[in-house]
């Protein structure tokens, strides 16, 4: 229904994904603009940097187009319409993925696509059958990462009814500092998002062994593999705080 409502007026749709697609690109060009002054940050070339830069915003695009919608649930909460969303026969989290389901989303998801297939071919790697794997395992593991932040965020909504920044810091926040090397960050942040908050295993971490570059903790290379793991982790630990929120919802006045 939303995206036959969007798609209504032809011309404004395409004008709105055309202008999507170049402010996100607009992350990138500021990348740019920094390596016209330096040949290197952090000790990563460009073709790596856009490496990193195309995994993140390309799996973060996945997951906004469709559940980047959750971060309006805190307003249905408040005003007591997400009681509409209980009394139909479709999954509620469903529901919230849909709801106002915005295509021109799907300009972010391009826009990343487009600079992760330029850095393929320019980044210098002596491709094997494990590191061509590591890239679509990247991106498949890398939404679900994100998707596990937006749900346990929407479920975070129900306790606090208007968290839609404090979930954006995570979620958004996290896509940017992934487009980053992880040598710009000091350890204990680093740390922090490896074994905390495990955001390291959508790029930094799979990258790092990808590119043949160190990773700034001493850790075995098996860790490199084990995205897909922390990402099934990541969407069960969602899962049951959203089964918790739900069940804690009683309506409006509660």
Same mark, same amino acid.
């Given at each position: 229904?939303?995206i036959?409502a969007?798609?209504?007026?032809?011309?404004s749709f395409?004008?709105?994904?055309?202008g999507?697609?170049m +402010?996100?690109?607009l992350?990138?060009?500021?990348?740019l603009?920094?390596f016209?002054?330096v040949d290197s940050?952090?000790?990563?070339?460009?073709p790596?940097?856009?490496?990193?830069?195309?995994?993140?915003?390309?799996?973060?695009?996945?997951?906004?187009?469709l559940l980047g919608s959750?971060?309006? +649930?805190?307003?249905?909460?408040?005003?007591?319409?997400?009681?509409t969303? +209980?009394?139909?026969p479709v999954p509620?989290?469903a529901q919230v993925?849909?709801?106002?389901?915005?295509?021109?989303?799907?300009?972010?998801?391009?826009q990343?696509?487009l600079?992760?297939?330029?850095a393929?071919f320019?980044?210098?790697?002596?491709?094997?059958?494990p590191?061509?794997?590591?890239?679509?395992?990247?991106?498949?593991?890398g939404a679900a990462?994100?998707?596990?932040?937006?749900?346990a965020?929407?479920?975070?909504q129900? +306790?606090?009814?208007?968290?839609?920044?404090?979930?954006s810091?995570? =979620?958004y926040g996290g =896509?940017?500092?992934?487009q980053?090397?992880? =040598?710009l960050?000091?350890?204990?942040?680093?740390r922090?998002v490896?074994f905390v908050?495990?955001l390291?295993f959508?790029?930094w971490?799979?990258a790092?062994?990808?590119?043949?570059?160190?990773?700034?903790?001493?850790?075995?290379?098996?860790? =490199?593999?084990?995205?897909?793991?922390v990402?099934?982790?990541?969407?069960?630990?969602?899962g049951?705080?959203?089964?918790?929120?739900?069940?804690?919802?009683?309506s409006t006045?509660?």
């Amino acid at each position: 229904m939303w995206i036959r409502a969007g798609m209504i007026y032809r011309t404004s749709f395409v004008v709105t994904i055309f202008g999507n697609l170049m +402010l996100s690109g607009l992350d990138f060009v500021g990348i740019l603009l920094m390596f016209s002054q330096v040949d290197s940050l952090g000790g990563w070339t460009l073709p790596e940097v856009a490496f990193l830069y195309g995994l993140s915003v390309t799996a973060f695009g996945i997951t906004d187009l469709l559940l980047g919608s959750s971060q309006v +649930l805190g307003a249905r909460i408040r005003d007591g319409s997400f009681d509409t969303l +209980l009394v139909r026969p479709v999954p509620v989290l469903a529901q919230v993925g849909a709801d106002q389901f915005p295509l021109r989303r799907f300009g972010r998801v391009v826009q990343g696509s487009l600079v992760l297939g330029w850095a393929l071919f320019a980044v210098d790697v002596d491709w094997s059958a494990p590191k061509v794997l590591l890239v679509p395992v990247m991106l498949v593991s890398g939404a679900a990462i994100f998707g596990a932040l937006f749900v346990a965020g929407a479920a975070f909504q129900f +306790l606090a009814q208007d968290a839609a920044e404090v979930q954006s810091a995570f =979620t958004y926040g996290g =896509t940017t500092m992934l487009q980053r090397p992880p =040598t710009l960050f000091g350890t204990d942040l680093v740390r922090g998002v490896t074994f905390v908050l495990p955001l390291a295993f959508v790029n930094w971490l799979p990258a790092s062994y990808v590119l043949g570059r160190p990773y700034p903790l001493d850790l075995p290379t098996w860790v =490199t593999f084990m995205s897909p793991v922390v990402a099934g982790v990541c969407c069960a630990l969602a899962g049951l705080a959203w089964r918790a929120g739900l069940g804690s919802y009683r309506s409006t006045g509660s």
